[in-house]
T-cell receptor, first 115, second 109 residues
Framework: ETGVTQTPRHLVMGMTNKKSLKCEQH?????MYWYKQSAKKPLELMFV???????ENNSVPSRFSPECPNSSHLFLHLHTLQPEDSALYLC?????FGAGNEKLFFGSGTQLSVL | GQNIDQPTEMTATEGAIVQINCTYQ??????LFWYQQHAGEAPTFLSY??LDGLEEKGRFSSFLSRSKGYSYLLLKELQMKDSASYLC??????????WGAGTKLIIKP
């Protein structure tokens, strides 16, 4: 299997649930990202891990908790979410964070609905 | 503030040519990217421009004018499979990627 794989593809959860999103990349990259994509809005960067170290946290609420156990895996732990958190959550990877022309490789995303 | 502007939606005819514009205001400039995203799928890289001018890649071309803060993506010989959203993103002087909201392109037979 190649590329960036995200599971699950769809997730419906209540506001009191705890769930986790998983991302795996098979590209040998060193940087991994979580983005939030809402309809008709720009992609919002949530977290960046470079060589397993968190380098960016764009004022994301604590109900979102990332985990990066190694360069190939990235998790987003979710708890006590709000309905406005419903969105498509995209994982991406790149060779290294911050290089000028490096392109991102995205997974297909998890479509999250919070009821 | 920093922002990227691109049209929300465009419609074009199969076989025709369409130009999707992107204007940007960012703190510095270190390159501009175009990505394609089909509905329900991952965004995929299309092009990268860092110098002024036109970059051609098959049916797709991307143009950049840094002095005008302007880029466009040109799609020729449109096919139905080109129906997708096209995302413009600029890397600023802090190497942050600033994204536009995307342009949904609808191709009609």
């Amino acid at each position: 299997e190649t590329g960036v794989t995200q599971t699950p593809r769809h997730l419906v959860m209540g506001m009191t649930n705890k769930k986790s999103l998983k991302c795996e990349q098979h590209l040998g990259h060193n940087a991994m990202y979580w983005y939030k994509q809402s309809a008709k809005k720009p992609l919002e960067l949530m977290f960046v891990y470079n060589f397993k170290e968190q380098t960016e946290n764009n004022s994301v609420p604590s109900r979102f908790s990332p985990e990066c156990p190694n360069s190939s895996h990235l998790f987003l732990h979710l708890h006590t979410l709000q309905p406005e958190d419903s969105a498509l959550y995209l994982c991406a990877s790149s060779q290294e964070f911050g290089a000028g022309n490096e392109k991102l490789f995205f997974g297909s995303g998890t479509q999250l609905s919070v009821l | 503030g920093q922002n990227i502007d691109q049209p929300t939606e465009m419609t074009a005819t199969e076989g025709a040519i369409v130009q999707i514009n992107c204007t940007y205001q960012t703190s510095g400039f270190n390159g501009l990217f175009w990505y394609q995203q089909h509905a329900g799928e991952a965004p995929t890289f299309l092009s990268y421009n860092v110098l002024d001018g036109l970059e051609e890649k098959g049916r797709f071309s991307s143009f950049l004018s840094r002095s005008k803060g302007y880029s466009y993506l040109l799609l020729k010989e449109l096919q139905m499979k080109d129906s997708a959203s096209y995302l413009c993103a600029v890397r600023n002087s802090n190497y942050q990627l600033i994204w536009g909201a995307g342009t949904k392109l609808i191709i009609k037979p």
